[in-house]
């Protein structure tokens, strides 16, 4: 029994593979982004942070398929990524390093490096979806629950947020 869209739809919308996989890519970016895109520099970095870092955790669990494209496409060396996806990323990560750095400087919270920020909260809630299989298999679980989610998310927030300087909203 065939399932989904018939592919010749699909052809109609997209000439061909690569387009359609350029098309998820974007999807995916844009997603990801949309979680952390209104912060500016008078937020409070603690709230900021502490909730990128649980919706990021959230979307990585409830969409594990996602984060396992992206990263099995920037192991591969991003071949399939245009120019145009390249610079959004880019430009993108640039800005939300510029509100780190002014919080920073307003002595909101300790310096740290907000490429390697972005880098460490990037590694750390996708590694749940990337590697599910094995964090599963050392847990004894079957899948994921809701109350993981909220285990996964406090203590990231409160490693993180730690080593900004910052305190997170509760306690381990």
């Given at each position: 029994m065939q399932r989904g869209l018939p592919k010749a739809n699909l052809l109609y919308y997209f000439s061909n593979k690569a387009n359609l996989y350029n098309t998820v890519l974007e999807g995916i970016v844009h997603q990801w982004d949309r979680f952390f895109t209104d912060i500016t520099e008078d937020d409070d970095p603690a709230e900021s942070l502490e909730s990128y870092i649980r919706i990021k955790v959230e979307h990585a669990l409830n969409y594990p398929n996602a984060s396992k494209i992206f990263a099995t496409e920037i192991i591969q060396g991003a071949p399939?990524?245009?120019?145009?996806?390249?610079?959004?990323?880019?430009?993108?990560?640039?800005?939300?390093?510029?509100?780190?750095?002014?919080?920073?400087?307003?002595?909101?919270?300790?310096?740290?490096?907000?490429?390697?920020l972005f880098f460490l909260i990037w590694?750390?809630?996708?590694?749940?979806?990337?590697?599910?299989t094995q964090v599963l298999l050392i847990t004894d679980k079957q899948s994921y629950h809701t109350e993981d989610i909220e285990r996964i998310s406090r203590f990231l927030c409160h490693m993180i947020l730690s080593g900004c300087g910052l305190k997170p909203t509760y306690q381990l």
């Open positions: 399939n990524m245009n120019d145009k996806l390249r610079q959004y990323v880019h430009d993108n990560l640039t800005n939300k390093c510029k509100v780190i750095e002014s919080w920073i400087a307003q002595g909101k919270m300790n310096k740290v490096d907000p490429h390697h590694s750390s809630t996708q590694y749940y979806a990337d590697y599910e």
